[in-house]
Nanobody, 121 residues
Framework: VQLQASGGGLVQAGGSLRLACLVS????????MNWFRQAPGKEREFVAG????????RYADFVKGRFTISRDAAESTVYLQMSSLKPEDTAVYFC???????????????WGQGTLVTVSS
């Protein structure tokens, strides 16, 4: 599978941004599409995940109510709509595929390149 993330940028606190991940070459091991993020000096952490076929979603507690993950199968794209952004959301955001539900980077099968999100205060 190939994953290509885009949509990062600079936004003020309280603003919104939408990330996109173009997916190609799906295999039977790519059942869940995820977004992770990594802030400077911190470990990569799970943000949200969606089952590609059923559309079931899962979120990290710190983004519930602010971020929404979705997928458009026709466009082979996974989105992460981010609202009410905070400076602590500043990080490089990565899309990733996994065979099943994951909570850590250890369970990820494939990574896309990251896209930088910077939230100014």
């Amino acid at each position: 599978v190939q994953l290509q993330a885009s949509g990062g940028g600079l936004v003020q606190a309280g603003g919104s941004l939408r990330l996109a991940c173009l997916v190609s070459g799906l295999t039977t091991s790519d059942n869940v599409m995820n977004w992770f993020r990594q802030a400077p000096g911190k470990e990569r952490e799970f943000v949200a995940g969606i089952r590609w076929r059923e559309g079931r979603k899962r979120y990290a507690d710190f983004v519930k109510g602010r971020f929404t993950i979705s997928r458009d199968a026709a466009e082979s794209t996974v989105y992460l709509q981010m609202s009410s952004l905070k400076p602590e959301d500043t990080a490089v955001y990565f899309c990733a595929s996994s065979a099943g539900v994951v909570s850590t980077a250890a369970g990820v099968g494939s990574w896309g390149q990251g896209t930088l999100v910077t939230v100014s205060s």
